[in-house]
């Protein structure tokens, strides 16, 4: 079982910067992929990024890569993202993921956080 919190989300202008986190409770956390997601009100779950269970793979969305930066501390059960150059169309709930398979499909993820609101006005 793997519990999952995320925060840092918030209300910034476009150009900002922006840190989630996401903090794991149980023992499973090292050995899991760890994918972050987004979701808008009327569309599907959107893939953002994902990182392997020793930090060495990372994988992102083409709207989001050069400006969004995965990363992980196994000490702390925590997985980061790290959001720059925020645009208006990167409003959403984010969401972070915990699974054992290295996908972009939602469906690949068996544990999942509440989500935190991120909004960027122009």
């Known amino acids: 079982q793997v519990q999952l919190v995320e925060s840092g989300g918030g209300l910034v202008q476009s150009g900002d910067f922006l840190r989630l986190s996401c903090t794991a409770s149980g023992r499973a956390f090292g050995s899991s992929v760890m994918g972050w997601f987004r979701q808008v009100p009327g569309k599907e779950r959107e893939f953002v990024a994902r990182?392997?269970?020793?930090?060495?793979?990372?994988t992102y969305a083409i709207s989001v890569k050069g400006r969004f930066t995965i990363s992980r501390d196994n000490a702390k059960n925590t997985v980061y993202l790290q959001m720059a150059s925020l645009k208006p169309e990167d409003t959403a709930v984010y969401y972070c993921a915990a699974g054992r398979l290295l996908t972009n499909a939602p469906s690949g993820y068996q544990y999942w956080g509440q989500g935190t609101q991120v909004t960027v006005s122009s």
């Open positions: 990182i392997s269970s020793s930090g060495g793979i990372t």
